[in-house]
């Protein structure tokens, strides 16, 4: 049995090499969501953490972005002003649940993990991010 899958690998090592890499990223992946802190969360579960938990949402996109539109209520730290340690708009919330916003959920997940080492508690990112949140026809302001 195990030769058959020796003879498959070296058969098929482009394949092989490939389906390694991604099961490698997946297990990056779930280990580091674990050990960050940070709570992936979808927009219907943000909308209820907003509406049941007075949830705080941090935009982190660029201002420019910010203002051609985001979540209701949001705050605007850019991802600039999280790794430079200045978010003191949100500083006397650090037991309140966060949620961390920008376009796709990358950035947000960076400046996410910052958040917790700085000792905020309740970070969440949003996983689609501010692309997922206009798909799921949830609103958004310009004011």
């Not at 092989?16 to 580091?32: F, G, I, Q």
Request: aromatic share 6%.
């Amino acid at each position: 049995m195990m030769q058959e899958y020796i003879d498959f690998f070296s058969n098929n090592l482009m394949l092989s090499v490939a389906w390694v890499a991604v099961a490698v990223m997946l297990v990056h992946s779930l280990v580091k969501d674990k050990i960050s802190g940070v709570k992936g969360v979808s927009a219907q579960q943000a909308t209820l953490m907003i509406n049941k938990q007075n949830a705080i949402i941090v935009d982190v996109r660029a201002t420019e972005e910010y203002k051609k539109g985001h979540i209701v209520n949001a705050k605007n730290i850019t991802l600039s002003q999280i790794e430079q340690g200045n978010f003191a708009e949100i500083e006397n919330h650090k037991q309140n649940p966060i949620i961390l916003v920008c376009e796709s959920g990358a950035r947000s997940s960076s400046a996410a993990s910052k958040l917790v080492k700085a000792g905020f508690t309740e970070v969440s990112n949003l996983i689609s991010g501010m692309s997922g949140w206009t798909s799921a026809n949830l609103p958004t302001t310009k004011k």
